[in-house]
């Protein structure tokens, strides 16, 4: 029988249990397309943390009030009045309720410790099969292994389904150890081990001005999500001060200290001192108006600066209590947390112990979900040409957070690294090359001078041509250094692809590059071609980018039917443009007959199944199309940027295709999620090719 609710719990606070239901939510919202999010019993129905974050970050269909059954004081009272029973029937009921509603629930239980002795455990069990959650931090490895196992033999006495384990917390050097006294335990559920991630347990500076209530001297919204790792109090002159100052740091500093102010703000820009996470002025004073002016005209820095009334040691000791959360926007953390446990999880076994079936709506959320774990099977490696933007170094720090591929970034390393801890970012995995430096550059210019002598370029000129970042980066990909290319964030489509076509070439049988776009509205992802490269393509060239858009999108989960589209549908209308994408639509079925199409049609007749019936009756695709093939540039382009204003729609490419390994481009106004998934959709494309 396939499994319709899972119930998650720990026995202690600070156990990890969000990051589990998280990484849960994330699998089932790839999986099925409506999720529940319930929690049987919460402290106080005013406000509980989990059901807000999840019904902000997961967009679900439904209210607070059905994501919730009973408060913990409502629960002792009638557990008090022996209504026991009655309880559990009702929450059952909740439950069965949300079951017959969605395709599937997850379920929240609050930690056993919030109970009474009395109660807790048991009801906790008695809900759906039972994921348990141990707090193994600072355990030692025979301790955590005994938990498990009396976790999993008090579980299966109770006669709950156990569905798996996670030991959260651990100390990763006990890891590899743990592992192995688990193989003599084979009978046990599923046992999945998270180690201890610091930052995960630090405040950021949002937390720390939302406890507080700090006045904001000056901080943009970037920046509120830098972490505190630690407080110090400058106590000292600045000379001495400096030499204790650490990366992560939150300055505590009393108002009228402006040599120190000013002081470790200029430190930020030096290669030489770490990066603090911001300054907190404390005392019962105001910032001088002459030191308040001077800060405001320091546009370059990027370093929060917060004011708080009361003693400067006091005020430390506030900070120190601050609780690390995880909040619906809290983007670098959710991204930490989903590496982690995206890492650990066997996902293929996870799917099999669920038995989900197939859905054939492919939602944006299954179709990112779907990215991520792709281009995590293969760990493609990407190159970065424009590592000193902003964009694109929050990007790179959030794909490899999530660990799902390998980065390099071209440029200078001591002014990459400087950038990326002025924004506060940890981008430590990334390779850093240096083309000005680097060992590769005489091979690279080898080559490229061999593969472009016969047009003229000379040795000198092939150097030369490397000192361009978009150059260098595409001979590493055609050498193999790389697997892909993504630019486009400060480079024009020409520098980005111009190099790709004169370097990689086009596949022996695509004579030509195309685009598409991935269009994620609110509940499918569709695709449109070619709105980036082609102007004007003859009636070959769009048959061409048909079957290669068809090619791709099957590549990416989404089952193609292809709409032609027209000013006119089916023999209503004449004309030369009409006649073009006939003619076209004629040469796909004749080169690949397998294929879903349909052609000349109007975009009404393709999407919409009332218009469908009344202008192509019994047509496969018409009012069900997933792929749009546009005839010109100018439709297509000016298309789908109506389309994403007008509806909301997510436009994610332009993704380049035909050529022989993945070099894509961005759009100059591009944003960090943008970045995010071409760099995913280009490892992607990388092991296909591999294959």
Not at 116 to 132: F, R, T
Not at 382 to 387: F, G, K, S, Y
Not at 395 to 408: K, N, P, S
Not at 610 to 622: D, M, N, W
């Amino acid at each position: 029988m396939t499994i319709k609710s899972l119930y998650i719990s720990s026995h202690t606070v600070a156990a990890g249990k969000l990051v589990v239901a998280m990484g849960m939510m994330e699998f089932l919202k790839a999986k099925v397309h409506r999720v529940a999010f319930f929690r049987p019993f919460v402290k106080d129905k005013s406000h509980d943390h989990d059901i807000a974050f999840f019904l902000e970050r997961y967009t679900l269909d439904m209210t607070e009030a059905q994501s919730r059954g009973f408060t913990v004081h409502e629960a002792e009272k009638m557990i008090a009045e022996n209504s026991l029973d009655t309880l559990m029937k009702l929450l059952v009921a909740q439950i069965k309720e949300l079951e017959r509603s969605y395709d599937f629930v997850l379920i929240e239980g609050l930690h056993h410790s919030a109970f009474s002795a009395a109660i807790g455990v048991d009801l906790n069990l008695e809900a759906a099969p039972y994921v348990s959650i141990l707090n193994a931090k600072s355990e030692d490895t025979a301790d955590v292994l005994d938990n498990i196992l009396m976790d999993h033999e008090h579980i299966k006495a109770s006669g709950c389904k156990h569905f798996a384990t996670f030991a959260n917390r651990l100390d990763a050097e006990k890891l590899p150890a743990l592992r192995t006294l688990l193989e003599a335990h084979r009978d046990l559920s599923p046992v999945y081990l998270l180690p201890e991630v610091e930052e995960l347990d630090m405040p950021t500076i949002f937390e720390v001005r939302h406890a507080l209530d700090c006045e904001v001297i000056r901080a943009t919204g970037k920046e509120y999500r830098r972490v505190v790792r630690q407080t110090k109090i400058a106590a000292m002159r600045l000379e001495n001060f400096l030499s204790y100052v650490e990366e992560g740091d939150l300055v505590l500093v009393p108002a009228d200290r402006a040599d120190i102010i000013i002081g470790v703000l200029l430190s930020t820009q030096s290669a030489r001192y770490p990066n603090i996470s911001g300054i907190l002025l404390t005392g019962d004073m105001e910032l001088a108006p002459s030191i308040r002016e001077m800060l405001e005209s320091f546009d370059a820095l990027s370093i929060p600066i917060l004011s708080v009334a009361g003693d400067t040691y006091q005020v430390a000791l506030k900070v120190e209590r601050i609780p690390a959360t995880i909040r619906a926007k809290s983007e670098r953390k959710i991204a930490l947390a989903m590496g982690l446990f995206n890492t650990a999880v066997d996902m293929i076994a996870l799917e099999q112990m669920l038995a989900q079936e197939e859905r054939s709506v492919l939602t944006p959320i299954m179709f990112e979900y779907a990215l991520f774990q792709r281009a995590r099977a293969s760990k493609q490696k990407i190159v970065l040409p424009e590592a000193t933007d902003d964009r694109i170094l929050r990007a790179v720090e959030t794909v490899l957070r999530r660990d799902v591929v390998e980065i390099i970034l071209l440029g200078n390393p001591e002014e990459i690294l400087q950038k990326s801890g002025t924004l506060g970012l940890d981008i430590s995995k990334a390779e850093i090359v240096d083309p000005h430096t680097s060992p590769l550059q005489k091979g690279l210019a080898k080559t490229l001078y061999r593969l472009r002598k016969h047009k003229g370029l000379s040795l000198d000129a092939a150097c030369d041509m490397l000192l361009s970042s978009t150059y260098f980066a595409t001979m590493m990909v055609y050498m193999g250094y790389a697997d892909g290319m993504v630019s486009g964030a400060t480079h024009t489509t020409q520098e980005t692809i111009r190099p790709a076509l004169q370097i990689i070439k086009t596949k022996p049988d695509i004579p030509i590059v195309s685009s598409l776009f991935f269009m994620s509205f609110e509940t499918q992802v569709l695709v449109y071609a070619d709105c980036a490269i082609n102007q004007d393509p003859t009636a070959q060239e769009l048959a061409t980018i048909a079957i290669t858009t068809a090619d791709t999108s099957a590549q990416f989960g989404i089952e193609p039917r292809i709409a032609m589209l027209s000013y006119s549908t089916g023999s209503s209308g004449k004309g030369e443009d009409v006649e073009k994408v006939a003619e076209a639509t004629r040469i796909v079925k004749e080169r690949r007959p397998e294929l879903l199409i349909e052609g000349p049609i109007q975009y009404d007749a393709a999407i919409d199944p009332t218009v469908a019936a009344q202008k192509l009756p019994g047509s496969e695709v018409a009012g069900r199309a997933t792929l749009f093939v546009f005839p010109d540039l100018n439709t297509g382009n000016n298309t789908y940027k109506a389309v994403q204003r007008a509806s909301g729609a997510v436009a994610i490419g332009p993704v380049l295709q035909g050529l022989k390994k993945p070099i894509n481009d961005l759009s100059r106004g591009c944003l960090v999620a943008d970045i995010v998934n071409t760099i995913v959709i280009t490892a992607i494309q990388a092991a296909q090719e591999e294959r």
